[in-house]
């Protein structure tokens, strides 16, 4: 299979940034998609709503359905899930992107932000993959990939900011734990994660603004990579912890530099986790 034509995607956190743009690499190939995310109204901050996206979607050839969802909220959840079944009447991939971050250290993270990170990135992926499970056994290629890093224990990546890096392990220990309790149903369990900051309002507002953005690549090398992983047969290819490039590279595609947010900049900030 080399195309995602007549699947059906629910993507959380796809209004924005690395969601949306695997959410539109699906739709050139003429998916559906759902898109589960809180943003309803525009922000100033943050570009982007359900509603502009689907728009988005439905140029670029795909199906798409704006649904807000709040992924911390099991009834808004299941309300999400219901919704995209009634609609599309299936549910083939689950693509748990929706995240948050604070790299704050232990003293300076508030209790609440502590509880944000792990209700969106560890409970988050838990509940919409428990919750799409049912609809997920019953397609020919189901596919569950989590955008979240491959588990270092370099204690490095812990030492700054421990509240984030606990949270987005908790994605990466769904993979760990997701993919051999469920290859007996088919249904792979993997993660994807960048080699460089990738161009997001997160790195923009977090990480150092217009100057960071230049050395990263743009959120397409993710979709590419994320398309590439989603049209494998899911019963072959699972438990694996991708990287973007490495999946790029081994389909063919060596020459990178078109992802560059400016291909003049040589030194590319690479991006957390990885050694």
Known sequence: MTTLAGK?????????GIGKAIALRAARDGAAIVIAAKTEVPDPRLPGTI??????????????LAVATDIRDELQV??????????????????????AISLTNTVDTPLRRFDLMHGVNARGTFLCTQRCLPAL???????????????NMNPKWFKNHVPYTMAKYGMSMCVLGMAPELAEFGIAVN?????????TAAVANLLGGDAMLRRCRKPEIMADAAHAILVRDAKTHTGRFFIDEDVLREAGKVDLRD??????????????FLD
């Open 78 to 99: 299941d309300a999400a899930v219901q919704a995209a079944l009634d609609t599309f009447g299936a549910i083939d991939i689950l693509v748990n992107n929706a995240s």
């Open 259 to 272: 992802y560059a947010v400016d291909p003049s900049c040589t030194e590319l900030v690479p991006d957390f």
């Open 191 to 199: 993660a994807l994660w960048p080699r460089t900051a990738i161009a």
């Open 51 to 64: 509603h502009s996206a689907a728009d988005e979607l439905r140029a670029a050839g795909g199906q798409a």
């Open 137 to 151: 056994r019953r397609s020919s290629n189901p596919h569950v990939l989590n955008i979240s890093p491959p588990l």
């Open 8 to 16: 059906v995607l629910f993507i959380t956190g796809a209004s924005r």
